[in-house]
């Protein structure tokens, strides 16, 4: 029985290799380790971590380490996989896409037409950087979940902005940054911004898996906003993009990824298409899987994307076909709140258990306790997510239907 270590696993990494693992019957011995200190990293000692993990494991032969996360999780499961000779994707090119500047450094030297304008800000000496101009987008070096990102209008706005995140927005990077100065020869910069030309269009996410250099493409995702927002409503699988400029993306991919280093692992990259100009430009590269989309997959090809990552992190290679799923395409919708407001009725196993009688292959994650406020839970500054529906269906017009049943059903109530 081969053993997997994943580590800082998310209840989503509980339940979709609990599935895999009944569905398929491989039998591996899956050792979920360590929490996720998703809402405390300024506190997070990845070097504690890391010490306690090889005493840990001392006596314990391991065939495989994985995370799914950018940070800490695929991070740490890069540096532990180099040292104990198992195949992951290398700490560098890890660290390169976690850092916001240096990956936009690579992609512009592979791909120039596909990057905005950007420049380096450091929010303590801003008036040494050169501005794109207003308006323009500002997110940190080394954020996630949205979290400080967002367009600046004017200067009083990105004077605003500065000040609330020198008092706030500086802790997420200190991890990364003691990483960085150990395992690279890159100057620690995840306390900064980075300021970017506007890019506008249709959102979308390329996953793909890269073995031995060789880049296969699990598809293309469109994301949907709440409409006025850059707040996510739903992703919709497959994408309804033009082929060629879906196939243009895997060009730019075929590019980018070499350049950064990235083998043996899961990435994805999240762009957007101007139908108006036929302008592609990449918004980010992720050295991982995307897990919120794994079940979309395997409703819409027949795999499930956290089959393909057990098999990188054993140094197999995956097996992945197109359009063998039982659905023609599936969703993943959000459920947000513009405002705070209290959690009054949350559903149980009762509501949860119907949901899944009428559509079994149905995903349900709700964020939050009864009594509590939404605030309570980790936001992304612009809205406030409690929970997420995944569905497969027929054609996007079913799905929705789907999921307005789904959602009556839940029956979240809220004061």
Not at 19 to 41: C, M, Q, T, V, W
Not at 160 to 166: A, G, I, T
Not at 244 to 272: C, H, L, Q, S, Y
């Amino acid at each position: 029985m081969k053993k997997i270590v994943i580590l800082c696993p998310t209840q989503r990494d509980r339940r979709e290799l609990g599935i895999i693992s009944r569905e398929n019957g491989y039998g591996h011995d899956h050792i979920f380790y360590g929490d996720n200190p998703r809402e405390r990293l300024a506190d997070f000692d990845p070097f504690l971590f890391l010490e306690t993990f090889e005493k840990d494991f001392r006596e314990i032969a391991i065939d495989g380490i994985m995370g799914t996360h950018d940070y800490p999780g695929s991070l740490l499961a890069s540096i532990l996989c180099e040292r104990h000779g198992l195949t992951s994707i290398g700490i560098i090119a890890n660290i390169i896409c976690q850092n916001k500047y240096y990956s936009r450094m690579i992609q512009k030297e592979a791909v120039p037409r596909a990057v905005p304008g950007f420049t380096l800000v450091d929010p303590y000496d801003p008036g040494s950087s050169e501005l794109p101009g207003f308006p323009f987008f500002i997110k940190p070096v080394k954020s996630f979940f949205s979290i400080f990102a967002g367009r600046i209008d004017n200067q009083e706005q990105y004077e605003e902005y500065l000040s609330s995140f020198r008092r706030s927005g500086t802790g997420f990077s200190l991890a990364l940054d003691r990483l960085m100065g150990k395992y690279s020869d890159l100057e620690p910069c995840g306390d900064h911004l980075l300021a970017e030309e506007l890019m506008r269009g249709k959102q979308v996410t390329l996953e793909g898996y890269v073995y031995n250099k060789e880049v296969t493409f699990l598809g293309i995702t469109d994301s949907v906003m709440y409409p006025g927002t850059i707040s996510f409503m739903r992703f919709d699988h497959p994408s309804r993009i033009p082929a060629v400029a879906g196939n243009r993306m895997k060009e730019i991919t075929e590019k980018v990824i070499p350049a950064a280093g990235i083998d043996n692992g899961m990435f994805n990259i999240e762009f957007f298409y101007d139908q108006v100009t036929d302008d592609i430009k990449i918004i980010e590269v992720n050295p991982r899987m995307a897990s919120q989309f794994a079940d979309l997959m395997e409703k819409v090809h027949g795999t499930n994307s956290y089959k393909i990552q057990v098999d990188m992190a054993l140094g197999r290679k995956p097996r992945f076909e197109k359009d063998r799923g039982l659905h023609r395409c599936a969703s993943s919708f959000v459920l947000r709140s513009f405002e705070d407001r209290r959690i009054r009725k949350i559903p149980g196993k009762k509501e949860i258990n119907r949901v899944l009688e009428i559509f079994p292959d149905a995903r349900i994650e709700v964020y939050g306790k009864k009594k509590a406020l939404l605030s309570s839970e980790l936001q992304d500054m612009q809205s406030y997510r409690y929970a997420v529906v995944n569905l497969g269906g027929d054609y996007l017009e079913d799905l929705k239907n789907k999921f307005t049943e789904c959602r009556e059903i839940l029956g979240f109530e809220f004061g």
